[in-house]
């Protein structure tokens, strides 16, 4: 996260004491142990030394098969040799950052964008362009206006990034002509998209328009796999599927980072897919996070004030809400963690300040209780302060909840901050 | 070789801060050849001290908690000295609406300020009030919670339409907020140790307009001079303002006093710290090495003066 006050801030959302919803955890706790212990179990007897040996940078054989399952699931046929298995799927944003990244290079990026991938274009110095999204996904039109204005400034974007499904915070989905559309700019300017899907298989309803992957067949678009959201981030197991040539320099970064992928991890999956039953634990975690899904929205329908706006994702682990403009998700962080419950303020999914005040809450890492319980005491402060501001301004809109009317329109408008709200002398 | 407790983390804001602080001490103590209990604060924290038995406790938290006189007035109930300040002196520091109240009734030069509970605005109906305040203050104002250690909470309010937004913000960190007269000029930090002022510091922002919660924690976003450049006279006024909060307040040991240079060479004092930071970019270990003593010589002097303090 970009700013050390909000990293500090969630420190403190750690403490056992706070529901959390703002992780972005699986709940691991539906993976039946007697499957680990039998997977365990099978290594042991059957390749135990190989389990504790380095392996090759560009992963094991047999994880790339167990790969190609889950990419064939979602409809994609990729090459073994152009994968990559790496610790995680974050290690692949890394990767190629590093790989493509020169100081003040351009990478355009979702705004919001997933959090996690704010201080890694940080650290390598990107300057991050981030297109609005509405609930559709990025928007296309401004993505490619956006791309003419860097033209006109002779300025060439080093890749795309994009989380079109289930989007990571904004939980929305990019339609299918729009993945058709991004293909094409890619295509028509030879630019580089990352395809980001860890969510993908985590679809809760309605049917799922084809990677951007299967629609450029791996020309332009780079794809990013993990086993962390259909099996464990615990393994720390994901993959890169990515044409030669960055490949080539993305597998040199990587070796020169961890020389290779965990080979016990990569032999866990191994001798977990050959049970043959993933799709079934894939299906029973579709199952428990649709309730919670569906438990939230309730939630914010019943405790969030009707000025609030929250998107309904088809799948996936988030809800991005949209609070009134005077409102600062960081500041009112702070106050929701003295009623101990915590979400992601909205500011860390910008690199340039917007995003003040939104907020990214996650259900997949709570039971239905505690999303209820949370949600009630956010939308508590929440109106706590709206109540506030009225008796300020003289203002006494009641803050009463109520469904919105036409969601997922506007939740997604960012306005663009004044400087006055960046705080602060310090003192 | 003396036990000693050092205490850190718990729930305050500057969690994190607090922690790296007392990794810091912890370090400098075990080299100083003391036997260091590490204790990040929890709800064992009566548990731990009894099962340790040190023979005294090395507050590194700050904020809530660690700063305000909340864990003093444990260690007091348990019999174990303690660094720093003592209970009332930390409530009187850590509020600061409190602090600038004394501080006026001494003389001792401040920022013009108007404090409120929520209860003003809720019930009172205190809004009414905020033009004859912004009038007498003039843009920018300053909005802070009351009790608040770090920036966090601080917003800056350049016109009418900003300061209700600016009050819910500062509302979310305590009950009681004060607007404050801004003062444009130097920010300058006197830290004072056993009753003598240490060379003054001045923080010098990079890049923002304003110094903020983020510059004063990361290396390289704020350059400190250290001792502060300042015209004739101003660095020994500004010691003795900030030696004469300090006795105000009634600190002992240790604690930072953070004054602002108005461009008319006034100075006014905004705060005091009764448990200022000890990381690597923090201001106090800073004045302690222009001063000619290192860090870890600063800790031991800290440690002695607790054990000085402590009833035989």
Same mark, same amino acid.
């Given at each position: ?28 706790? =539906? ?25 090759? =940078? ?28 790496? =610790? ?17 290079? #351009? ?6 964008? +997933? ?8 650290? +390598? ?35 795309? +990034?994009? #989380? ?14 729009? %993945?058709?559309?991004? #293909?094409?700019?890619?295509?028509? %300017? ?5 395809? @980001?899907?860890? +969510? ?82 894939? @299906? ?54 003295? @009623? ?11 690199? @340039?300040? %917007? ?27 929440? =109106? ?37 709200? %960046? ?5 | ?33 003391? &036997? ?28 809530? &908690? ?247």
């Amino acid at each position: 996260m970009k700013s050390s006050a909000m990293r500090d801030l969630m420190a403190v959302t750690a403490r056992p004491e706070v529901i959390s919803l703002a992780g972005g955890l699986p709940d691991t706790s =539906t993976f039946p142990p007697d499957t680990f212990a039998a997977v365990a179990q099978r290594i042991a007897a059957e390749s135990c030394a190989k389990a504790l040996q380095y392996g090759p =940078t560009e992963g094991l054989d047999e994880t790339k098969d167990c790969i190609a399952a889950v990419m064939g699931a979602e409809g994609m046929q990729a090459d073994a040799e152009d994968v990559i298995v790496t =610790t995680g799927g974050q290690q692949v944003i890394d990767l190629v950052a590093k790989t493509l990244i020169d100081p003040g290079d #351009v990478v355009i990026a979702e705004g919001p964008t +997933y959090p996690g991938a704010v201080p890694v274009f940080s650290t +390598y110095q990107a300057d991050v362009v981030q297109v609005d999204m509405d609930a559709d996904g990025m928007r296309i039109d401004l993505l490619e206006e956006k791309l003419e204005r860097l033209e006109r400034d002779g300025r060439r974007p080093k890749f795309i +990034y994009t #989380v079109p499904s289930f989007q990571n915070p904004a939980g929305v989905t990019m339609s299918l002509p729009r %993945r058709r559309r991004l #293909v094409e700019v890619a295509h028509e %300017r030879e630019l580089l998209v990352l395809e @980001d899907n860890p +969510y993908g298989l985590l679809r809760y309803e309605g049917e799922p328009p084809a990677p951007l992957f299967a629609l450029d067949g791996g020309v332009y678009v780079m794809y990013l796999g993990t086993f962390s959201k259909i099996l464990s981030p615990g393994i720390r197991l994901g993959w890169v599927v990515a044409p030669p040539p960055v490949l080539e320099k993305i597998n040199l970064g990587k070796q020169a980072t961890d020389l290779c992928t965990s080979t016990l991890s990569q032999l866990m999956v191994q001798a977990y897919f050959e049970r043959g039953r993933w799709r079934d634990y894939v @299906d029973s975690l579709t199952a428990v996070y649709r309730a919670r899904r569906d438990t939230m929205l309730d939630a914010l329908a019943d405790h969030f004030p009707r000025q609030a706006e929250w998107t309904r994702p088809a799948g996936g682990l988030f809800i991005w809400a949209t609070l009134p403009d005077f409102i600062d998700t960081t500041d009112l962080l702070a106050r929701a963690l003295r @009623d101990n419950v915590a979400f992601v303020p909205g500011e860390a999914a910008f690199l @340039d300040g %917007r995003g003040r005040n939104s907020m990214r809450l996650n259900f997949s890492g709570c039971d239905e209780e505690s999303i209820r319980e949370g949600i009630r005491r956010i939308g508590e402060v929440v =109106t706590e302060q709206m109540e506030l501001y009225g008796t300020l301004t003289g203002e006494h809109e009641a803050a009463r909840p109520t469904t919105p009317e036409e969601p997922g329109a506007e939740v997604l408008r960012m306005p663009t901050p004044e400087q006055r709200d %960046r705080r602060s002398t310090g003192r | 070789m003396t036990r000693v407790a050092v205490l850190k983390g718990g729930r305050s804001l500057e969690r994190q801060v607090s922690l790296r602080s007392g990794a810091r001490v912890e370090d400098a103590l075990g080299r100083l050849g003391h &036997d260091v209990v590490s204790i990040d604060v929890a709800l064992d924290l009566i548990r731990r001290l009894r099962e340790t038995e040190p023979e005294v406790a090395f507050i590194a938290m700050h904020g809530r &908690d660690g700063e305000d006189g909340t864990v003093q007035e444990l260690l007091e109930i348990l019999g174990v000295p303690y660094t720093g300040s003592g209970v009332l002196a930390c409530a009187r520091a850590t509020d600061k609406v409190l602090a600038k109240h004394l501080m006026v009734e001494a003389g001792i030069p401040t920022p013009e300020f108007f404090a409120f509970n929520e209860t003003a605005f809720r019930e009172l109906g205190a809004a009414e009030a905020l033009p004859a305040i912004e009038e007498r203050l003039d843009f920018p104002i300053v909005v802070k919670p009351s009790s608040q250690g770090s920036a966090l909470g601080i917003k800056f309010a350049r016109s009418a339409t900003d300061v209700p937004a600016a009050l819910v913000a500062a509302f979310s960190y305590d009950s009681r907020v004060l607007l404050e007269r801004y003062v444009d000029g130097r920010d300058l930090a006197v830290s004072i140790l056993d009753d003598e002022p240490l060379p003054v510091v001045e923080a010098v922002p990079r890049d923002d307009e304003f110094y903020d919660f983020e510059a004063r924690y990361e290396i390289g976003r704020t350059d400190f001079a250290c001792p502060a450049d300042l015209p004739d006279g101003l660095t020994e006024q500004a010691q003795d303002l900030a030696l004469r909060t300090y006795r105000l307040l009634g600190c002992s040991g240790f604690a930072r006093v953070d004054l602002m240079l108005g461009a008319a060479g006034e100075l006014t004092v905004l705060e005091a710290n009764p448990i200022p930071g000890l990381t690597e970019t923090s201001l106090l270990p800073q004045a302690a090495e222009a001063a000619g003593m290192p860090f870890d010589e600063l800790v031991g002097r800290i440690l002695e003066l607790a054990l000085e303090r402590a009833p035989a």
